[in-house]
């Protein structure tokens, strides 16, 4: 049962691009959970998803960021119009269903780590 | 607002010492408690702890959870040198949030042969 899978795993963008970070679930998981990771910080909760719903995104920065978990493919983390304060590690996480919430163990990825020239 | 504070921040040892990291909290209705290791790569689940299961062992690991005086720790016997990493200690709540996680900064432990 392969883990959660997220890709890139590094990216690069300068000033003024759009970053999209995708994440697959593990297998039979249908709760997604972004989280970022600044230098010298703790994780820190972005947005929580369900197939085709955003639950909470109340982690989400006002502007420029967006997320969606499609009923087929990868949740996916936009980001548009970067800036060097985005460059950060950012980790996707999931749980199966009828767990009743993150607190339930969530599993990670192995994280995209942005760098924004 | 939750908050999660782990010590030490960093921690160096020799091969075969035994480390207690420590992870205190303050949250409003508290659920569970999750220790992970992240290298470098994803964070991988190691324990939670719950007010039915205060206490796990896994090999050369084992965690408790001190309700009452909200902390956490977690220790590791003879240790190695792939147990550097960075420890993570995450705290769910009940209600209406109950899926989010609040990290601490992690404990950075490493090894020395």
């Known amino acids: 049962n392969a883990g959660v899978m997220q890709n890139p795993r590094h990216l690069v963008r300068r000033r003024g691009q759009e970053a999209r970070l995708r994440c697959s679930p593990m297998?039979?998981?249908?709760?997604v959970y972004w989280y970022r990771q600044l230098p010298e910080e703790g994780l820190k909760f972005m947005v929580y998803?369900?197939?085709?719903?955003?639950?909470?995104e109340s982690g989400m920065p006002k502007e420029r960021f967006s997320a969606e978990f499609p009923k087929e493919g990868p949740s996916i983390l936009r980001i548009q119009q970067v800036v060097r304060g985005d460059s950060a590690a950012y980790f996707c996480?999931?749980?199966?269903?009828?767990?009743?919430?993150?607190?339930?163990?969530?599993?990670f990825g192995p994280g995209t780590r942005l760098t924004v020239l | 607002e939750d908050k999660v504070v782990q010590s030490p921040l960093s921690l160096v040892v020799h091969e075969g010492d035994t480390v207690t990291l420590n992870c205190s909290y303050e949250?409003?209705?508290?659920?569970?408690l999750l220790w992970y290791k992240q290298e470098k790569k994803a964070p991988t689940f190691l324990f939670m702890l719950?007010?039915?299961?205060i206490e796990k062992k896994s090999g050369r690991l084992s965690s408790i959870l001190d309700k009452k005086e909200l902390f956490s720790i977690l220790n590791i016997t003879a240790t190695q040198t792939g147990d550097s990493a960075v420890y993570l200690c995450?705290?769910?709540?009940?209600?209406?949030?109950?899926?989010?996680?609040?990290f601490g900064k992690g404990t950075l432990l490493t090894v020395n042969p």
């Open positions: 297998k039979g998981h249908s709760h």
């Open positions: 996480a999931s749980s199966p269903p009828g767990s009743g919430g993150a607190t339930d163990t969530q599993y």
């Open positions: 995450a705290v769910g709540v009940s209600g209406g949030s109950n899926y989010k996680l609040t």
């Open positions: 998803l369900q197939k085709e719903n955003i639950i909470d």
């Open positions: 949250v409003t209705n508290f659920r569970s």
């Open positions: 719950t007010s039915s299961g």
